[in-house]
T-cell receptor
Framework: GAVVSQHPSRVICKSGTSVKIECRSLDFQATTMFWYRQFPKQSLMLMATSNEGSKATYEQGVEKDKFLINHASLTLSTLTVTSAHPEDSSFYIC?????????????????FGQGTRLTVV | GDSVTQMEGPVTLSEEAFLTINCTYTATGYPSLFWYVQYPGEGLQLLLKATKADDKGSNKGFEATYRKETTSFHLEKGSVQVSDSAVYFCALNTGGFKTIFGAGTRLFVKA
Protein backbone atom coordinates (compact mmCIF):
# COMPACT_ATOMS: atom_id res chain seq x y z
CA GLY A 1 0.00 0.00 0.00
CA ALA A 2 0.88 3.66 -0.21
CA VAL A 3 3.30 4.93 2.43
CA VAL A 4 3.34 8.30 4.12
CA SER A 5 6.32 9.18 6.25
CA GLN A 6 6.19 11.88 8.90
CA HIS A 7 9.22 13.38 10.60
CA PRO A 8 10.11 13.86 13.38
CA SER A 9 8.11 11.41 15.45
CA ARG A 10 8.78 13.34 18.63
CA VAL A 11 10.06 16.84 19.26
CA ILE A 12 10.55 18.94 22.35
CA CYS A 13 11.08 22.64 21.90
CA LYS A 14 11.31 25.75 24.02
CA SER A 15 8.46 28.19 24.22
CA GLY A 16 8.78 30.90 21.57
CA THR A 17 10.67 28.81 19.04
CA SER A 18 9.35 27.38 15.77
CA VAL A 19 9.09 23.74 14.84
CA LYS A 20 8.79 22.21 11.37
CA ILE A 21 7.10 18.87 10.75
CA GLU A 22 7.52 17.10 7.43
CA CYS A 23 5.08 14.80 5.68
CA ARG A 24 6.25 12.82 2.68
CA SER A 25 4.45 10.46 0.34
CA LEU A 26 7.06 7.84 -0.48
CA ASP A 27 5.57 5.93 -3.39
CA PHE A 28 2.88 8.10 -4.87
CA GLN A 29 2.24 11.69 -5.79
CA ALA A 30 0.12 13.42 -3.19
CA THR A 31 -1.92 16.15 -4.77
CA THR A 32 -3.69 16.81 -1.51
CA MET A 33 -2.37 16.58 2.03
CA PHE A 34 -4.24 17.03 5.27
CA TRP A 35 -3.00 18.06 8.69
CA TYR A 36 -4.77 16.91 11.82
CA ARG A 37 -4.31 17.68 15.47
CA GLN A 38 -5.17 15.28 18.26
CA PHE A 39 -5.55 16.37 21.85
CA PRO A 40 -5.05 13.77 24.59
CA LYS A 41 -7.80 11.18 24.61
CA GLN A 42 -9.71 12.96 21.85
CA SER A 43 -10.37 12.43 18.18
CA LEU A 44 -8.52 13.92 15.27
CA MET A 45 -9.48 17.43 14.27
CA LEU A 46 -8.70 18.59 10.75
CA MET A 47 -6.56 21.73 10.79
CA ALA A 48 -6.02 22.38 7.11
CA THR A 49 -6.04 20.95 3.63
CA SER A 50 -3.20 21.70 1.25
CA ASN A 51 -2.98 21.22 -2.47
CA GLU A 52 0.34 21.16 -4.23
CA GLY A 53 1.34 24.59 -5.46
CA SER A 54 -1.49 26.53 -3.83
CA LYS A 55 -2.31 28.03 -0.47
CA ALA A 56 -3.67 25.80 2.23
CA THR A 57 -7.31 25.93 3.26
CA TYR A 58 -7.63 26.23 7.01
CA GLU A 59 -10.53 25.00 9.10
CA GLN A 60 -12.44 27.50 11.16
CA GLY A 61 -10.62 28.49 14.31
CA VAL A 62 -7.16 27.48 13.11
CA GLU A 63 -4.66 30.34 13.03
CA LYS A 64 -2.99 30.29 9.63
CA ASP A 65 -0.20 32.61 10.75
CA LYS A 66 0.66 30.27 13.58
CA PHE A 67 0.41 27.01 11.68
CA LEU A 68 2.19 27.59 8.39
CA ILE A 69 1.65 24.93 5.77
CA ASN A 70 3.70 24.55 2.64
CA HIS A 71 3.02 21.99 -0.08
CA ALA A 72 5.77 22.82 -2.53
CA SER A 73 6.01 19.45 -4.25
CA LEU A 74 3.85 16.44 -4.98
CA THR A 75 5.62 14.41 -2.32
CA LEU A 76 6.23 16.87 0.51
CA SER A 77 4.15 19.05 2.77
CA THR A 78 5.43 20.83 5.85
CA LEU A 79 3.68 22.20 8.91
CA THR A 80 5.54 24.87 10.86
CA VAL A 81 4.31 25.77 14.31
CA THR A 82 5.56 29.30 14.82
CA SER A 83 6.30 30.86 18.20
CA ALA A 84 5.22 27.69 19.91
CA HIS A 85 3.62 27.79 23.34
CA PRO A 86 2.84 25.00 25.80
CA GLU A 87 -0.80 24.95 24.65
CA ASP A 88 0.43 23.93 21.19
CA SER A 89 1.69 20.68 22.67
CA SER A 90 -0.23 17.97 20.88
CA PHE A 91 -0.06 15.05 18.49
CA TYR A 92 0.00 16.20 14.86
CA ILE A 93 -0.81 13.75 12.05
CA CYS A 94 -0.69 14.24 8.31
CA UNK A 95 -2.41 12.29 5.60
CA UNK A 96 -2.06 12.29 1.86
CA UNK A 97 -4.31 11.56 -1.06
CA UNK A 98 -3.07 10.66 -4.51
CA UNK A 99 -3.81 11.67 -8.04
CA UNK A 100 -6.58 9.89 -9.95
CA UNK A 101 -5.12 7.29 -12.24
CA UNK A 102 -2.44 6.12 -9.85
CA UNK A 103 -4.64 3.32 -8.71
CA UNK A 104 -8.06 3.09 -7.17
CA UNK A 105 -6.77 2.69 -3.63
CA UNK A 106 -4.65 5.82 -3.79
CA UNK A 107 -7.54 7.89 -5.09
CA UNK A 108 -10.31 6.75 -2.76
CA UNK A 109 -8.62 6.98 0.60
CA UNK A 110 -6.07 9.03 2.43
CA UNK A 111 -2.96 7.46 3.92
CA PHE A 112 -1.68 8.57 7.29
CA GLY A 113 1.74 9.33 8.63
CA GLN A 114 2.96 8.01 11.96
CA GLY A 115 2.29 11.30 13.73
CA THR A 116 4.50 13.80 15.55
CA ARG A 117 4.25 14.36 19.27
CA LEU A 118 5.14 17.98 19.97
CA THR A 119 5.95 19.07 23.50
CA VAL A 120 6.58 22.74 24.15
CA VAL A 121 8.34 23.49 27.42
CA GLY B 1 -22.68 17.94 7.03
CA ASP B 2 -21.07 14.54 7.03
CA SER B 3 -20.48 13.00 10.45
CA VAL B 4 -19.57 9.81 12.25
CA THR B 5 -20.94 8.68 15.59
CA GLN B 6 -19.40 5.82 17.50
CA MET B 7 -20.08 4.36 20.88
CA GLU B 8 -18.43 5.98 23.82
CA GLY B 9 -15.78 4.14 25.73
CA PRO B 10 -13.90 2.94 27.40
CA VAL B 11 -14.85 -0.62 26.67
CA THR B 12 -13.31 -3.17 29.03
CA LEU B 13 -13.36 -6.85 28.11
CA SER B 14 -11.72 -10.02 29.27
CA GLU B 15 -9.47 -11.88 26.90
CA GLU B 16 -11.38 -14.07 24.39
CA ALA B 17 -14.58 -12.05 24.80
CA PHE B 18 -16.63 -10.90 21.81
CA LEU B 19 -16.20 -7.29 20.76
CA THR B 20 -18.64 -4.94 19.10
CA ILE B 21 -18.02 -1.24 18.65
CA ASN B 22 -20.96 0.53 17.06
CA CYS B 23 -20.53 3.14 14.36
CA THR B 24 -23.15 5.03 12.39
CA TYR B 25 -22.64 7.74 9.84
CA THR B 26 -24.34 10.58 8.03
CA ALA B 27 -23.18 11.43 4.54
CA THR B 28 -24.63 13.16 1.52
CA GLY B 29 -22.83 11.02 -1.03
CA TYR B 30 -21.63 7.44 -1.11
CA PRO B 31 -18.75 7.34 1.34
CA SER B 32 -16.02 4.85 1.83
CA LEU B 33 -15.92 3.67 5.43
CA PHE B 34 -12.90 2.87 7.54
CA TRP B 35 -11.79 1.63 10.90
CA TYR B 36 -8.45 2.90 12.15
CA VAL B 37 -6.58 1.71 15.22
CA GLN B 38 -4.20 3.76 17.34
CA TYR B 39 -1.96 1.93 19.77
CA PRO B 40 -0.59 3.87 22.74
CA GLY B 41 1.85 6.55 21.66
CA GLU B 42 1.57 5.72 17.97
CA GLY B 43 -0.07 7.09 14.85
CA LEU B 44 -3.08 5.77 13.00
CA GLN B 45 -3.12 2.43 11.25
CA LEU B 46 -5.80 1.43 8.81
CA LEU B 47 -7.51 -1.66 10.21
CA LEU B 48 -10.09 -2.30 7.51
CA LYS B 49 -12.26 -0.56 4.99
CA ALA B 50 -15.31 -0.95 2.78
CA THR B 51 -16.03 1.15 -0.27
CA LYS B 52 -19.63 0.24 -1.14
CA ALA B 53 -22.82 -1.09 0.38
CA ASP B 54 -22.75 -4.70 1.63
CA ASP B 55 -18.97 -4.86 1.40
CA LYS B 56 -17.32 -6.54 4.36
CA GLY B 57 -13.90 -5.36 5.43
CA SER B 58 -11.78 -7.74 7.47
CA ASN B 59 -8.30 -7.85 8.94
CA LYS B 60 -6.59 -9.51 11.92
CA GLY B 61 -9.85 -11.15 13.00
CA PHE B 62 -11.77 -7.87 12.93
CA GLU B 63 -14.61 -7.33 10.51
CA ALA B 64 -17.21 -4.73 9.66
CA THR B 65 -20.00 -4.68 7.08
CA TYR B 66 -21.11 -1.56 5.23
CA ARG B 67 -24.85 -1.34 5.87
CA LYS B 68 -26.41 1.38 3.77
CA GLU B 69 -29.94 0.75 5.01
CA THR B 70 -28.93 1.39 8.61
CA THR B 71 -25.99 3.71 7.78
CA SER B 72 -23.79 1.62 10.01
CA PHE B 73 -20.33 0.07 10.00
CA HIS B 74 -20.03 -1.77 13.30
CA LEU B 75 -16.68 -3.31 14.20
CA GLU B 76 -16.65 -6.88 15.52
CA LYS B 77 -14.13 -9.45 16.65
CA GLY B 78 -14.99 -12.87 17.95
CA SER B 79 -12.19 -13.25 20.48
CA VAL B 80 -10.16 -10.28 21.64
CA GLN B 81 -6.61 -10.41 22.93
CA VAL B 82 -4.70 -8.18 25.33
CA SER B 83 -2.74 -6.89 22.35
CA ASP B 84 -5.97 -5.48 20.88
CA SER B 85 -6.04 -2.81 23.58
CA ALA B 86 -6.03 0.47 21.68
CA VAL B 87 -8.24 3.29 20.51
CA TYR B 88 -10.45 2.53 17.52
CA PHE B 89 -11.70 5.24 15.19
CA CYS B 90 -14.53 4.88 12.71
CA ALA B 91 -14.19 7.22 9.75
CA LEU B 92 -15.67 8.11 6.41
CA ASN B 93 -14.34 9.66 3.26
CA THR B 94 -16.42 10.92 0.36
CA GLY B 95 -14.70 11.37 -2.96
CA GLY B 96 -11.26 10.99 -1.47
CA PHE B 97 -11.23 14.31 0.28
CA LYS B 98 -10.93 14.97 3.95
CA THR B 99 -11.52 12.08 6.28
CA ILE B 100 -14.09 12.59 9.01
CA PHE B 101 -13.48 10.71 12.23
CA GLY B 102 -15.66 9.54 15.03
CA ALA B 103 -14.65 10.41 18.58
CA GLY B 104 -12.78 7.15 19.08
CA THR B 105 -13.47 4.24 21.40
CA ARG B 106 -10.82 3.11 23.84
CA LEU B 107 -10.67 -0.66 24.33
CA PHE B 108 -9.04 -2.31 27.32
CA VAL B 109 -8.60 -6.08 27.25
CA LYS B 110 -7.76 -7.78 30.54
CA ALA B 111 -5.81 -11.02 30.74
Amino acid sequence: GAVVSQHPSRVICKSGTSVKIECRSLDFQATTMFWYRQFPKQSLMLMATSNEGSKATYEQGVEKDKFLINHASLTLSTLTVTSAHPEDSSFYICSARGEPGQGAAVNTEAFFGQGTRLTVV
Amino acid sequence: GDSVTQMEGPVTLSEEAFLTINCTYTATGYPSLFWYVQYPGEGLQLLLKATKADDKGSNKGFEATYRKETTSFHLEKGSVQVSDSAVYFCALNTGGFKTIFGAGTRLFVKA
